[in-house]
């Protein structure tokens, strides 16, 4: 039996060439079969249909590449929940772009692993490169800032939670009831004490709660804001948490997962203005980078703030290499193998340059007004409130919790539609979170249709069209 070839090396491309072939075959006949932007039938069908289309994943004999590349990617892409479709709007599960793509393939067929330079001489040297440009977006105005790629916003947050307790010890977190779930679990994990949770009654952090929270609560604090919320993508007020806690002598970590990216919007950076009086940012860029994940960031002022995540294992950085002058990788992840998740952004940034991501962004954030006014000038549509970033929440007029959690999960059934749900004002709403820098009017307004029609069919006893 001939040894399977390899992806990398000067031979690999020639490798490669026909199983892409193949994979992106596959890939245009999975969308094909699934004709939407999910498959119907629930996880009912789709289980067992997936199950009966791969075959056993352990045969006796294999069956050869092509074959095996055929049939998986075919049964997944069947199967999958494709961001790129305009009605697969649920979650903050981004398209990722053609050109990341290609370039994730590259990293994959190379396979720098980043846990030492002799593995990685020239990733290394580009993640460096990337994450000083990254970290100077956020903070312009200090001489040395610093970022960590992770794999998205839950390890930098909990990245940030740990860097405050190596500075103060059992650092007490202050978040608001919008905050992101990893806050929490972020401080369960450290050993820290539970976060205090002030209310959001409008959605973003409540002032005054938060300034007497600060005034009961004894050192050291960290406040924990957000800068586009996972249920409705409000914004807390930066500037004014960031005023209180410079007032109280506590730190500020923002958690801007969400809306980070606005800073490379000359339209919307004003939203994110703030972000950089905070000790700590969290990004995502497969959120609104349009990146595969993962493709999160937490950024720093100064280098020397992840001093704390220095680490020492002898066969990957001795202390000889490091006075060589070999890189020293170890203190830049928790983790120990890593993929080199800088190129794909890196590829991204220069081609697409400033002008490109703003056109991106902007784009996507008109569509979701565009949503919204759709919304509000269709009757027996509420609108939650109009979006701030590209979130929005509407539901039927006049039903109940349990008809729009319904409607939620026949759309999802029927593989017509994939929405999210969030609670706020105390009501269940459907929520599209717009990620799909190509989706059109057409798009929005057959979406709303399908909603329409949904709460029809309930009404009336039979499906949804």
Known sequence: MPIPPLAGGTAGPTHLRPLLDTVLTALHDGAAHRNGPLPAGGPDTVTPHTHHTTGPLIPDHGTGPHHALRTLVTALTEGAADPAHPHCAAHLHTPPLAVAAAADLAASALNPSMDSWDQAPAASALETTLTSTLAAEIYPHTPHPDALITTGGTEANQLALLLARERHGPVQTICAANAHHSITRAAWLLGLPAPVVIPAPTGVMDLPALHDALTRHQGPLLVTATAGTTDTGQ??????????????????????AYGGPLLLSPTHRHLVQSLHRAHSVTLDLHKLGWQPAPAGILAVPHHHDLDALHHQAPYLNADDDTD?????????????????????????????????LADLIDRTLAAAHHLADIITATPHLDLYARPTISTVLFRPTDTDDTTVATIRRTLLTQGHAVLGRAHADNRLWLKATLLNPHTTPDDLHRL???????VTGLTEGSTPR
Do not use: N
């Open 448 to 454: 709303t249709d399908l909603v329409t029609h949904a």
């Open 324 to 356: 060589a002058g070999l890189p020293d990788l170890l203190g830049r992840s928790l983790r120990t193998t890593r993929r080199p998740d800088a190129l794909k952004i890196a590829v991204t940034l220069q081609a697409l340059g400033r002008d490109g």
């Open 235 to 256: 914004i807390d007020p930066l500037d004014a948490i960031a005023d209180l806690t410079t007032t109280h002598g506590a730190e500020l970590h923002i958690d801007a």
